[in-house]
């Protein structure tokens, strides 16, 4: 039900967007209010959430860890898996952004009859990182709608993407390991039943909504014509903040792209794909464990007066020995038997 609500969304959006263009009193909000709008609201949510991140406390270091420690000189540590230094935890962290190293080591249990099997999810991760270069590709080839002149790097990349030439115009690698890497993660998440049965409306509604812009791209490039130089024009004006251009030539699959895109920024602070700046500021990720050597004091602790077990012996001595109870320690008072262990050792 989730998964089916979350497609009727997406495609109700899509096709409002796309009848809205239809209408020239409409084209002006689709185009140019709403991603105004959506980009406002994903800089501010971003602010929101990173500023609350920056002011949790976290009092003790409690980094995740799957390795040895740092301990003893004949003890070898995992300085990646279990770093106690800043250089180390700067190559966990490496590797887990640009890797995603953690993914990479995760692994699946199916319960069978009897027995507990364990199995690793490298499928998962390949898709996960497939996904997430193609998109940063993908947004690095959108560059030449928002520059001009377009930089050397930004046409180097496309001409790498479309390294393949199939077809005319050329196929690019991104949007077809995209809408594979999309298509395996939503049909893991509906065939395996346990994330069935943990998937939310919100995690279907991500998915849907990059799957919807990744088609309405591809139908843009290879299915219908759509006049590139007016979309340029339209792309330069909000960058610019100067009056809209809002062609008459722009194709309505276009502002079905435009709104699909602006959903997926405006969202991205209040959803789980925050989870690319979230990761740099994880406590169980960014912090050395040095535990070991040295010591954490919650700074929050208010002082407490603490009634040692000596204490406590020097106070009941008296009524311990009546009871016939043992006394770990003499009947002399402290300060006594300070002295006289000064006089033993100077003797």
């Keep these: 039900m989730h998964a089916l609500l979350a497609l009727l969304a997406v495609v109700a959006l899509g096709l409002a967007a796309f009848a809205g263009a239809l209408r020239p009193e409409l084209r002006l909000a689709i185009g140019v209010a709403l991603p105004s709008v959506s980009f406002f609201v994903f800089l501010a949510g971003t602010a929101w959430r990173v500023v609350g991140w920056a002011n949790s406390p976290v009092p003790f270091r409690i980094p995740v860890t799957s390795g040895q420690q740092a301990s003893f000189r004949w003890l070898k540590p995992s300085r990646l898996d279990n770093p106690s230094t800043l250089a180390g935890v700067m190559g966990r962290m490496a590797l887990e952004v640009l890797l995603f190293r953690s993914l990479f080591r995760n692994v699946k249990s199916d319960l069978r009859p009897g027995r507990l099997i364990f199995r690793d999810a490298t499928g998962l991760w390949l898709a996960a990182l497939a996904f997430h270069y193609s998109l940063l590709l993908v947004v690095v080839r959108h560059l030449r709608f928002f520059m001009q002149p377009v930089p050397g790097v930004v046409a180097a990349l496309a001409g790498v993407d479309a390294f393949f030439q199939a077809g005319v115009p050329a196929v690019y690698a991104t949007d077809v390991a995209m809408l594979a890497a999309l298509g395996y993660l939503l049909f893991r998440r509906l065939r395996e039943p346990h994330l069935r049965y943990l998937s939310l409306f919100s995690d279907y509604f991500a998915l849907f909504v990059l799957l919807g ?51 997926l920024v405006a969202s991205l602070p209040f959803s789980k794909l925050m989870h690319m700046g979230g990761v740099f500021l994880s406590p169980t990720r960014n912090l050395a464990n040095n535990n070991r050597a040295k010591r954490h004091v919650n700074p929050w602790n208010a002082p407490v007066k603490v009634h040692t077990y000596d204490a406590w012996e020097d106070e009941f001595r008296d009524k311990l020995i009546a009871a016939g109870l043992p006394v770990e320690r003499s009947g002399r008072s402290p300060a006594e038997a300070g002295c006289h262990q000064e006089s033993a050792d100077h003797v």
Excluded: N, Q, Y
Aim: charged share 10%; net charge positive.
């Design 213 to 263: 812009i990744a088609t309405t791209g591809v139908l843009m490039r290879h299915v219908i014509r759509v006049d590139v130089i007016a979309v340029k024009e339209l792309a330069m004006s909000l960058v610019t903040l100067s009056s809209p251009r809002l062609g008459a030539s722009l194709h309505p699959i276009v502002f079905a792209h435009l709104a699909l895109v602006s959903v």
